[in-house]
Each structure stands twice: as C-alpha cells, then as structure tokens.
C-alpha cells in the first residue's frame, strides 16, 4: 500500500463496540496505518491522548469538538471556557444539572466546553446556550455546550496544515452532527450505520456495518 490517504477518525461511535468501549479489533490497522492519524473526538483532551498513548501511535488528536487539538508538539486552542463556564453557571442556577454525579469526571480535565448528560433538561440547556450566544451539539453520547464557531472540521484545517496535508486530502469516519464539519472539509467521509441522520446526510459513503464493523470495512476499502 502506497497511497493509503491521512485519517481523521472520531472515537465514540466509530473505534466502539455497541454496548461502548474501544472495539480492540480497531488497534492493528490504526497502529499500522501507513499515514498520519487523527482521532477527532468531543471527549476532553486527556482521553483521545491516552488513546494515542495506549496504541501506541502518535498523539495527534482534535479534542472537545475542536476546542483544543495536538499535534507536532503543539498545542492548538480554539475555545474560551469562560463563555461556557458563565453559560453552566446560568443553566445549574435555573434547575438544571449536568449530569454527571458528584465527581465529574467528563468535565474535569475539559479547557473548552462542556459536556452534559443526554437525560438533562435540553430545552433549558438549548435556551441557556442561546442567552449565551452558544450552540448545543448532541453526539448521541452527550449534548455538548460550545462556540458555534469551534468544530472539529476548523480544527482539522490547522492540525492537517501543520501535518502537511490539505484537509480534503484526509478520509474520515464519524458516526454524529459533530463529524459533519469533518465530513464537509475531507476528501472522503464514511458513516457506519449507527450514524445520526446529520452524519448519515453528510457522508460520501454509508456503511452497512455498525460501529467499529463499520469503520472497519471504511480501512480496507482505504486500502484496497
Ligand atoms: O463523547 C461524546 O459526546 C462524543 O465523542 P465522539 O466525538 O468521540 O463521538
Ligand atoms: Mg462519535
């Protein structure tokens, strides 16, 4: 294989198994890929990295829906958690909740926006978000609470430029309405078929496979 194009993988939905968990069957071909590799992720910037360091590949990863990114030994920071901090403020003050118990541990380590639990108030978060000038996204895992203007498809054009790459020179895989700004900047995008509707719409190609089968199928044909 020669031509095997640089990856933007997202991570939950996509390298998972349904009932959740990283599908081990993703390990080998993301280690061997034969061009750079970035996970894409709404999870906070610790955990798309100690994937990377688990698998021992390079740490370059699109972190917080595009709020905060590594690579190249770079940090690159697109977000203003203050926007969001005030916003949380807003909506824990008018009854809502994020979620996530007394030690939030999705939240902890976040530099940029904010996650909350799918079972939350949505129409007062979404209020909130609007009061705030700030959108919801809904992952199908969480509904995050960000800059409109911060995606992980911006972020990818200055990870993929300091990669060397254009971002249409990418293919990506992602299963959600955060993966649309991928899909709309790379130049082949695969949706498994657990993928939201947005996804779905957004991609080149959708996947009979669910999940990490998906994604799966997504690499060979990469590399067929
Ligand atoms: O954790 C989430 O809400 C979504 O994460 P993902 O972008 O890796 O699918
Ligand atoms: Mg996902």
Redesign the pocket.
Known sequence: MTDAPPLVL??????TRPEGGIDPRVFEPVREWPAPVV?????AFP??VSLCTFMAIEERVIAE?GGIAHVNDEVLVHGDRERTTAAVEAFQAAGGDLGWGDVDL?NRWRETEV?VTLDADEALLREVAAEHDLEVVD??????LKQPDMS?GLMLERVADRLGYEPAAFAAV???E??VSTFERVGRSFAPSNADDRALAAADVTLDGAHADGTLDALARLRA
Do not use: C
């Open positions: 997202d991570i939950d939905g996509t390298l996970l894409a992720t709404g999870k955990y798309p829906n999705v996650a992952t199908g895992y969480a509904f995050h992980k992602g299963d959600s955060n993966d």
